[in-house]
């Protein structure tokens, strides 16, 4: 039945995507060839952190907006609200009260539409999105957003985690630091902008324990070394990014090798900073590899990553009946089974 209504459609697959997992709302319509339209709006929290409860409200005041506004932007590139084949969401990983508030959307437009539901997996659509725009086919990823930091690499029909965490994601670790410093959110490109103008090297724990990482214990020495020398802040923040970035590169670095990978992608939010950018490309050049990272844009979390693993998962035959579209706050990407890659 799939294959027929492809062929029904002129083998155009129109999918929209919803991502709300956190503090960005994000609503795009994606074919195989391009991202048609995307129409966004962030929650900005007032002070301190994410307010879960305060994102999901925000994502619920605005989720008419930013979906009228996509399908509107599709419309004027000459495609209309029927060819629309499925709509996608992000099943999880994320903040429950924003997942929810975004799944109970799609829902309701697959129903009124009449239209598959697909629930997608968030940080696979991370990677996806990254080798679709990169053109890589095979890397070993680095994804590094708020609460995750996890180097991965397809085997055998599922994305297998090599290394990651074992406390908070590298993102959370910077955020934190910035509240710190007295630092609105998003914390990190404040630290980043700090650490550019930073020349001395403060002393801060390095904590690689196999193939994982902790960064807890780094923002504690960050924050103790800057009551200690407020006048160092620049000196801090470099020497935080330093370390955090170092660990992650090495970890990397022992994933291609132990992989026998020559292609490597940096996905997520934290893949924006430049400076962990420039470490991972010169361990790549040093080892002969290939360096990706796909445009900023699709580095955040943004509804083209969700529509676009939701088309992936349409044409292999995968969707999500209603009654198994409950969000799962802890999804892990090695419980996704892989329908759209060959197995290897």
Known sequence: MVKLFFLRKGFMTLILGLEGTAWNLSAAVVSEERVIYEAESTY?????????????QHHSSELKSVVSRALRGAEGEGYSLEEIDAIAFSQGPGMGPCLRTVATAARALSISLKKPLIGVNHCIAHIEVGRWRCGTKDPVVLYVSGANSQVLAY???RYRILGETLD??????????????????????????????????????????????????????????????PEEKADICHSFQETAFAMLTEVTERAMAHCCKDDMLLAGGVGANRRLRQMLQTMCRDRGARFYVPET????????????????????????????????????????????????
């Not at 900005?44 to 999901?56: F, T």
């Not at 710190?180 to 403060?202: D, F, N, Q, R, W």
């Not at 044409?315 to 892989?338: A, F, H, M, Q």
């Open 44 to 56: 900005k929290p007032l002070h301190g952190g994410i307010h879960p409860r305060e994102a999901a």
């Open 155 to 157: 085997r055998s029909g």
């Open 297 to 344: 844009k699709y580095l955040k979390d943004n509804g083209a990553m969700i529509a676009y693993l939701g088309l992936l998962m349409l044409k292999s035959g995968d969707t999500t009946p209603i009654e198994k579209s409950e969000v799962k706050p802890n999804y892990r990407p090695d419980d996704v089974e892989v329908t759209w890659r060959a197995v290897e």
């Open 168 to 229: 908070i994601g590298i993102g959370n670790a910077l955020d934190k630091f910035a509240r710190y410093l007295g630092l609105s959110h998003p914390g990190g490109p404040k630290i980043e902008e700090l650490a550019s103008k930073g020349t001395k090297y403060v002393y801060m724990p390095y904590v690689v324990k196999g193939m994982d990482l902790s960064f807890s214990g780094l923002t504690t020495a960050a924050k103790d070394a800057f009551d200690s020398h």
